[in-house]
């Protein structure tokens, strides 16, 4: 399917032209720190990596829709090594799409601001370099949910709307009910937004911290793979 190229393809171009524009647009390049630029690019890889789950969700369901997975399951009866390995094969393109996207907008954004006088580098200490590789996971963690729903649900729209709605209503939903109900921080409670301090340069702003976060989202989108893979160890092609 061609939506399956274009989507990332649209998505890491859309990051890289709105880095650029930041760096070539800047009226005081010279103050713009190297965590204002991550911070710019983790904000916005956030919706490049629910292009890539919407495509990993897309790239499954498509197969039930067009009967394409009937060939492969009767060349391989064994269901959990095929679902299993289109996991694998989700990931590591998640992962591809996460650090060309990265790099290029970091390239890009960086060489214009520097061109212009500023001084910006990747650096431990402000916690850009984490935020740097924790876009490539954010893309990887993804693209397994995006399979996970695909192979779950079977639905392209519903896996789809599931991607982009769940970080924006349910999410939101679910936190104003704990907050009411009296919980405290229940935003360290949602898998979703807890995947977003990946991509932060200060994770002291995000509950729970970086990693607790993406390893809190990991433990989901593979839960959501493994009752996929079950769900369709029991039915019907």
Partial sequence: MRLNVWLPLGAVLALVVITALVGLLSSEPELFSNADLMGLIGAFSI???MMIGVATSLGITSEFAHNTIRPTLAATPNRSVVFAAKAIVSVLFGLAVGTVA???SYLAGSLLLNGRG???ALSGDDGSLAAFFGVIVLAGLLALFG?????LLRNGPGAVSIIILWPLLIEGILSGVLSVAGVEDPQRFMPYGSAFALVITDSNDASGGRISGGLFFGVVALALVV???VMN?????
């Fill in 147 to 151: 399979y996970g729903l695909g192979l």
């Fill in 227 to 229: 009752a996929g893979i």
């Fill in 118 to 120: 500023g001084d910006v």
């Fill in 233 to 237: 160890n029991r039915r019907d092609v």
């Fill in 47 to 49: 919706l490049v990596s």
């Fill in 102 to 104: 990265v790099i290029t």
